[in-house]
C-alpha cells in the first residue's frame, strides 16, 4: 500500500517536472557577451615598415585618419584604425604624451619640447622647462620641482599658470576646466581661462592628502580620494565657490599612491581605485558599489552604447581587463601577462595592447 | 594695504621662526665634496623658483626625520591614465609640526610598500635622474610647512654645513625707471630719481640673505626662507610680495632692492649672506646730480 502510494507520488513530481521543463525550455537563453578575436598586429613590424617607407620628416607630417586611437605602448607611441592599419607610428626614447590630435616625445630634461599635431603638418613648441601632458585637446606642461603647471594654446602659447607651496599628487582635465589635488590635501579647481573657481580641503583623515581626482566632462561633479588614516572617496557637486560635497564613504583600507579615478561619458557615474578594488558611485541615487580587484586600475572605458564598461587593472606583469554590465555588474574577465599593456574602446570594439601586439576584439551580445 | 602686508609677513615670520626654533631635520644624504648642492632653494629653474634644494652625487638618501609616509609618486610614470610628475619617483613624509618632507628624483624606491610609520635615517632609495633635471641627476629636497602654507628653505632646518660655501657678490647693475641698465662701478655719477639694483645671478651659490643700505640705511632686505602663495604665483615676502618674474627680471638678473637717491654724495652698500652668516659687500660711491 505504501508502495502503491509513492509510485504515485514519484509519478506524478516527475510529470510536474516535465511539464515545467518544456515551458522552460522554448524560452530563449539570455544573451553572452562574446569577444570576437578580429585582427592582431604586431607594432614592431608596422614600425619597421613604416620607417621603411617614410622619410625621417614626413613622420610628423603624418594624414592620420579622424578614427585612429592614439597608443602608448612599451617605447611606441602611434595612432591605429579600426581595420588594423597604423598610419602613424613613433619610438620615443624615453617619455611621451599622446591624444587623439597632438602627440609629443621628450626627455628628462625636457625644455623647448616640439608637439606635434596629427591632423596637419603643424607644430609649435612649449618654450619652457617640464614634462608635457596632453588630453585631448588642452596642452599642459609640469614644471620642475613638482607643484606648479601651466596650460597652453595648440599654437603653444602660453594662457596660464598655477603654483602652489605642495607638490601636485593628482590632476584632471576636461573640458570645464582642470582640477588639481595636492600633497598637503589642497583640491583646487581651475576654469578654462585659469581663473580658482574654487580651494577645499576634504579632510576628515588623520593626513590629508589628495590621491586622485576627475572632473566629469560637463563639469558638474568632482571626484577624488583623498586622506590616509581614514582614507575616503568625496564627491564634490561643483558650483562655484559655494561647490560642496554631496557623497563621501569611508574606505576599509589605504593606498599610499596615486589612484585613478573616473567618470563614465555620461558624467552620472564615477569609478575609482582604492586598495584590493573598484568602487563605483551613482551621482544621482548617492550609492556606491565595490567590485574587488587585484592590483591597481589603470584603464576604464565604455562601449558607445554605454552597455558595457571595461576595465583593465594591472597587478604586477598580470593585466586584467575587467567587464562591467550597467556599471557595476561584473560579466566576465580574462587576463594575459606583459611587462606593458593599454586598453583603449571605440564603437563597440575592444583594443588591447600587450607588449609589442594589439588586437581587437569586437563585442557581440548572442 | 602696505601695513596689512607687513603685519601678514610679521605674522607668517614669527609662525616660520617657532617651527625652526622647535624642529631641525638631519641631511637626507651624505653631502659631496666640494659642492653639495647643484641648485638652491628659490633659484632661477626654468621660469620659476625653485622649490627644492638639489644635491649632488647619487648616493643612498634617507629620512630626515620620523614621520608618516603619506605618499610615493612616480609609481605610474608610463601610465597615460596620470600626469607625468616632474618629480619622478619620490617619496613625501608627514611629520609632527605640520611639516613635509618631500625626496624626489629617486632612481628607486627601496622600503617595504605597507610602511606607514617610517623613523630618522631609514633608507628611502637611491637618488637617480626619475625627475626633471639636468646634468647628471640628483636628489631634490623640499620642506612644507602646511600650517603657514608655504615652501620652507631647508638649509634653515638642517644642520650647519662644514665646508664654505662660494659665495660671491657678483656685477651690481642699476636700473633706472626707463629700463636704462648700467653696471654700478665704484666711483660713478648719475642723476637723481628711483632706480632697482640687481646682482649678477650666475655669481657664485645662491644668497640666503641679500641687503642694501643708502648712506647706511637699510634700504630693502630679501630673504631667501621661504616662498609663499598670492593669486597662483609664488613669492618671497620683503618690503611688499616679491614674485618670480620682480626677483629674476630677465636673464642674469637678481633683484636686490628699490632705492630712491637724492642729489649729492650718496653711498650704497650692497651684501650677500650665506645661510651660516658669511658675508660679502662692496660699496658704491654716487655722485648723484
Not at chain 1, 561647490?243 to 585613478?260: C, M, P
Request: charged share 15%.
Amino acid at each position: 500500500m505504501k508502495i502503491k502510494e509513492n509510485v504515485l507520488l514519484f509519478g506524478f513530481a516527475g510529470l510536474v517536472f516535465f511539464i515545467a521543463y518544456l515551458l522552460f525550455a522554448g524560452l530563449p537563453l539570455e544573451k553572452e557577451i562574446q569577444f570576437i578575436p578580429k585582427w592582431t598586429i604586431d607594432i614592431q613590424d608596422k614600425y619597421a615598415s613604416f620607417i621603411h617607407e617614410k622619410k625621417l620628416e614626413d613622420m610628423t607630417a603624418s594624414s592620420v585618419p579622424g578614427d585612429a586611437l592614439p597608443f602608448k605602448l612599451a617605447q611606441y607611441l602611434g595612432y591605429i584604425t579600426p581595420s588594423g592599419d597604423v598610419p602613424f607610428i613613433f619610438s620615443f626614447p624615453e617619455r611621451a604624451s599622446i591624444s587623439q590630435t597632438f602627440w609629443t616625445s621628450y626627455t628628462s630634461s625636457a625644455s623647448n619640447t616640439p608637439v606635434y599635431s596629427v591632423k596637419n603638418t603643424s607644430s609649435f613648441t612649449l618654450e619652457e622647462s617640464g614634462f608635457p601632458h596632453i588630453v585631448n585637446n588642452s596642452v599642459y606642461l609640469f614644471y620642475p620641482g613638482g607643484n606648479s603647471f601651466g596650460r597652453y594654446s595648440t599654437e603653444g602659447k602660453k594662457l596660464w599658470t598655477a603654483e602652489h607651496w605642495s607638490p601636485i599628487t593628482s590632476f584632471a582635465s576636461s573640458d570645464a576646466g582642470t582640477a588639481c589635488g595636492y600633497a598637503d590635501g589642497d583640491l583646487r579647481f581651475f576654469n578654462t581661462k585659469g581663473d580658482l573657481v574654487f580651494s577645499m580641503y576634504p579632510g576628515g583623515s588623520s593626513y590629508e592628502v589628495i590621491l586622485g581626482i576627475a572632473i566629469s566632462a560637463d563639469g558638474s561633479y568632482i571626484a577624488a580620494v583623498c586622506g590616509l588614516e581614514k582614507q575616503r572617496f568625496v564627491l564634490i557637486q561643483l558650483n562655484g565657490k559655494n561647490s560642496k560635497i554631496v557623497y563621501h564613504a569611508y574606505l576599509d583600507s589605504q593606498k599610499r599612491e596615486q589612484t585613478y579615478v573616473h567618470f563614465n561619458n555620461a558624467g552620472n557615474r564615477v569609478f575609482f581605485n582604492y586598495d584590493g578594488g573598484l568602487g563605483v558611485v551613482d551621482c544621482e541615487q548617492n550609492t556606491m558599489m565595490k567590485i574587488p580587484v587585484k592590483g591597481s586600475v589603470c584603464s576604464i572605458s565604455e562601449l558607445e552604447s554605454g552597455t558595457l564598461t571595461f576595465v583593465l587593472c594591472q597587478n604586477e606583469k598580470t593585466w586584467t581587463v575587467l567587464a562591467l554590465e550597467s556599471f557595476s555588474n561584473l560579466m566576465g574577465s580574462f587576463s594575459f601577462t606583459a611587462d606593458n599593456a593599454f586598453m583603449s574602446v571605440a564603437g563597440n570594439d575592444l583594443f588591447i595592447g600587450k607588449d609589442s601586439k594589439i588586437s581587437k576584439m569586437e563585442i557581440v551580445k548572442k | 594695504m602696505r601695513k596689512a602686508h607687513k603685519l601678514k609677513y610679521f605674522i607668517l615670520v614669527l609662525n616660520l621662526c617657532s617651527v625652526i626654533s622647535l624642529f631641525a631635520f638631519d641631511w637626507p644624504q651624505q653631502l659631496m665634496v666640494p659642492r653639495p648642492f647643484s641648485s638652491h632653494f628659490a633659484q632661477k629653474r626654468g621660469n620659476a623658483f625653485s622649490p627644492s634644494l638639489t644635491f649632488n652625487g647619487s648616493v643612498p638618501v634617507t629620512a630626515s626625520d620620523s614621520g608618516h609616509i603619506l605618499l610615493k609618486l612616480g609609481q605610474n610614470s608610463n601610465s597615460c591614465a596620470f600626469f607625468p610628475s616632474t618629480l619622478g619617483n619620490a617619496v613625501i613624509i608627514a611629520h609632527k609640526d605640520f611639516l613635509l618632507t618631500v625626496y624626489a628624483s629617486l632612481e628607486s624606491l627601496n622600503f617595504p610598500s605597507d610602511k606607514d610609520e617610517i623613523r630618522i635615517g631609514s633608507e628611502l632609495g637611491m637618488s637617480g635622474t626619475s625627475g626633471w633635471h639636468t646634468g647628471t641627476g640628483c636628489l631634490e629636497f623640499q620642506v612644507i610647512d602646511t600650517k603657514n602654507k608655504a615652501l620652507i628653505n631647508p638649509l634653515v632646518l638642517m644642520p650647519s654645513v662644514t665646508d664654505p660655501y662660494d659665495l660671491q657678490l657678483g656685477k651690481i647693475f642699476l636700473t633706472d625707471k626707463k629700463g636704462n641698465t648700467t653696471e654700478l662701478v665704484s666711483r660713478k655719477s648719475t642723476e637723481s630719481g628711483s632706480y632697482t639694483l640687481y646682482r649678477d645671478d650666475a655669481a657664485g651659490v645662491m644668497p640666503y640673505k641679500t641687503t642694501v643700505t643708502v648712506n647706511g640705511a637699510l634700504v630693502q632686505t630679501v630673504t631667501y626662507d621661504a616662498l609663499y602663495l598670492q593669486e597662483q604665483h609664488l613669492y618671497i615676502s620683503s618690503k611688499k610680495a616679491l614674485p618670480y618674474t620682480s626677483i629674476y627680471p630677465e636673464n642674469s638678473k637678481q633683484f636686490l632692492a628699490e632705492i630712491h637717491i637724492n642729489t649729492g654724495r650718496t653711498v650704497i652698500m650692497v651684501q650677500v649672506f650665506d645661510i651660516l652668516g658669511n658675508v660679502k659687500q662692496a660699496s658704491y660711491t654716487l655722485d648723484v646730480l
